[in-house]
């Protein structure tokens, strides 16, 4: 009787630690939790950046002619843009061959 009750009891206890409800499943399920939470918190951030832009687009002239001269090169008249190139030799190489 005692050797079938101390069978009970580590059944128990593999039940309590490794079972569908039990406490390394719990962990797992905390440990998802964190990480959700910080995915959701990382999700309502660039929901306010963009907030913030939507309101930039729709009440900032300035910020509106800023995109529009990056992102479609849109320049003023009489106004001379002057590009550079990223890469030194490249651009070197560019000056020396249209040397005469």
Do not use: W
């Amino acid at each position: 009787m005692l050797f079938l009750l101390f069978l009970l009891a580590i059944a128990f206890t593999l039940t309590l630690l490794y079972g569908n409800q039990g406490f390394f499943h719990l962990k797992l399920l905390e440990a998802e939790k964190t990480k959700l939470e910080s995915a959701n918190q990382d999700v309502k951030q660039e929901n306010k950046l963009l907030l913030e832009k939507i309101e930039r687009i729709k009440n900032d002239p300035e910020y509106i002619e800023d995109v529009a001269r990056k992102k479609l090169g849109l320049v003023r008249p009489n106004e001379v843009i002057y590009r550079l190139e990223k890469d030194p030799e490249t651009a070197s190489e560019k000056i020396n061959s249209t040397k005469p």
